[in-house]
């Protein structure tokens, strides 16, 4: 008899010999295996919450830590036994690349990124702006894909209130990156191993140059002292360990995003390193660390062009990405496998779809019309998802400045109640809407004069 012992040293094979023979013998044996348990359908914080209510949420260590199919159990690593079956889990499938080596798990890199439908619009992560509800908003407006907020990975294991406040998804919120900031491999891959089950790819930050919220009035230093995001650019070794570690012991893939040495050649040694040490997917920022300001700075096109033609995974291009007509001239002149936006979607979150502010209209361009979409029925609509999923008043606050700033610099005083305003509520934000609305006028976001048939063929489709 071939009890379950045996199973598992079959299933842990290190040739693919051994796990071809498993995967004949096991329908012989299936008996003899304990049956798999089936989760109920992991209902996060954001699904609980009512309509325009804030209520108590259950301990999100619990929601996180159902077991699951392929799902790791506490203290015991060796349950997660991999095996060629795809197992069903939180996105239909487990990513099998941890127990594969070279061309076979670049092979699975592409089976992963296929398929979630090889998506080519995609909201970038962004440090208390790219949570649930703006996700969801993006998403509606074209984004097939979107990451979490950076994520402090220390902090995430040890405080159930951060969780609860940073941190939640829904069943529509796929394919999804939750992205961490860490620079401990036991640390980072206890904070990825709570959220593995709810996303497609756990992002390692290795590009941001400011600290996180929580830490102080001087994030940047604070960041380049604990050697987070961009700073961990001077200790490659240890950017190594956390990819390893992560894509050693996870259920799904390990993204990285990075970004520009000064030299491309060092670049490009960067990325190739990420590569052999187990990341699927890389997201190039085709700025340099120094290089903090994005509208005075343009993203180097070319030097992402060039990691791309270095690696064998799927690349994804971030930077100088204002509107839709920029997202195909990056793929064309990147040849990338998808496109990131950050700041100008905070602007305007229709981008994906399409939709331009009146910043990058130019004159004589008359091929663009009146989208008939105005920023404030895109904040309204923002709005409506915060009260479904609710999150910190200061996000909330940040994107009321962000997508009514046109709005702003027009009617100045609102502003100003805005800014007297030191608790919010949904009812004075409908209101700061409709104030400007009865002042008169239009801010609205421009569209192409192209019929949907030409949007959908013009290879941002997915």
Known sequence: ??????????CHGFNCYNRRLFMRLKPKYKD??????????????????SSGTRTATPDLDDLLCHSSPGQKQSGDRESNIPSEEVTPNGNGYTFIGRCLRGDSRIEQAWVHWTKLGRPKRIVAPMVDNSELPFRMLCRKYGA???????????????????RNEEFSTCKEDRPLFVQFCANDPDILLEAASRVETYCDYVDINLGYVHGPRFFSRCPQ????????GAFLMDNLPLIKSMVEKLSSN???????????????????????????????????????RDEKDQKKVRANWTAIRSVKSALKIPVLANGNIRHIEDAH?????????????????????????????????????????????DQTDVFVEYLKLCEKYPVPWRMIRAHTHKMLGD????????????????RLSFEFLHEIANKLRALGGRIPLYVRNTNEDEILESG???
């Open 250 to 288: 996870l259920n799904v893939p390990v993204s990285c995003k990075i970004r520009l040495f000064h030299k491309i050649e060092d670049t490009i040694s960067y990325a190739r390193m990420l590569e052999e040490a187990g990341c699927s997917l890389l997201a190039v920022h085709g700025r340099r």
């Open 329 to 373: 001239r990056c793929l064309e002149e990147t040849g990338c496998d998808g496109v990131l936006s950050a700041e100008s979607l905070l602007e305007n979150p229709a981008l994906f779809a399409g939709f331009r502010t009146a910043e990058w209209v130019i004159e004589n361009e008359a091929s663009l019309r009146d989208g008939e979409l």
């Open 460 to 462: 941002l489709t997915a």
């Open 144 to 162: 097939v894909a979107a990451y979490t907020p950076m994520l402090h990975s220390r902090i995430f294991t040890e405080s159930e209130k951060y």
């Open 407 to 422: 709005w702003f610099r027009i009617h100045p005083q609102v502003r100003e109640e805005l800014n007297a305003q030191s």
């Open 1 to 10: 008899m071939l009890d379950f012992r045996l199973d598992r040293r079959l």
């Open 221 to 228: 230093r604070i960041a380049r002292r604990g050697n987070y």
């Open 32 to 49: 003899l295996l304990p049956s798999s348990h089936v989760p109920q359908e992991p209902f996060l914080r954001s699904l609980m919450a």
